[in-house]
């Protein structure tokens, strides 16, 4: 092989280490959130019930994402919430109405933003919220401002696991042990 041959290669294999490294990795479905809408919610929830996972958020709030990027993109709450929930996000300012329920929450002018977002908040509303439903019956049980991985954590095991059926959140917390 002559030198210019091998200068050839040389060069070639040097792009193509660089094209290569340089790849953008597609995620899959398990590096992510399968995040559906409230209209998927209404007919999975159904036929397989589990609980509701709302992310309560608004296009300009820092640490609404924040929360996505730091704990929405966390691989165990992702893992987790998978698995055990139905996850939503719902942007507070939604000027279409929600259905939930057999309820019709439409955007409210006075407060700009939709009254479904100031029922996941019992009217304080706060960005971010994370709000969720055991069940379709039961009321909204929601956690107003930004969480870590280990602050949810056991918010999530409480309704995920179903302690929340027979034992309050108080003494569940009180012996939880976090390991996110």
């Known amino acids: 092989?002559?030198?210019?041959?091998?200068k050839k290669i040389q060069f070639l294999l040097v792009i193509l280490f660089f094209c290569l490294s340089s790849a953008k990795v597609t995620p899959t479905g398990h590096d992510k959130l399968n995040w559906i809408s409230i209209t998927e919610l209404k007919a999975k929830i159904k036929s397989d019930p589990k609980p509701v996972l709302i992310d309560l958020y608004t296009n300009w709030c820092y640490w609404c994402k924040v929360m996505d990027k730091k704990t929405y993109s966390n691989p165990k709450v992702i893992a987790y919430i998978n698995d055990h929930f139905y996850a939503v996000k719902?942007?507070?300012?939604?000027k279409?109405?929600?259905?939930?329920?057999?309820?019709?929450?439409?955007?409210?002018?006075?407060?700009k933003i939709n009254d479904f977002a100031m029922y996941l908040t019992s009217g304080q509303p706060g960005f971010p919220?994370?709000?969720?439903?055991?069940?379709?019956?039961?009321?909204?049980?929601?956690?107003?401002?930004?969480?870590?991985?280990?602050d949810l954590e056991p918010v999530l095991k409480y309704f995920g696991e179903g302690f929340y059926k027979n034992e309050s959140?108080?003494?569940?917390?009180?012996?939880?042990k976090t390991t996110w």
């Open 1 to 6: 092989m002559t030198s210019c041959m091998a």
């Open 169 to 176: 959140f108080q003494s569940f917390n009180a012996n939880f």
């Open 129 to 150: 919220t994370t709000a969720i439903f055991a069940d379709e019956a039961s009321n909204p049980a929601s956690l107003e401002g930004f969480l870590e991985p280990k």
């Open 96 to 111: 279409d109405a929600i259905e939930w329920g057999n309820k019709s929450f439409n955007y409210n002018e006075t407060y």
């Open 90 to 94: 719902v942007n507070a300012e939604a």
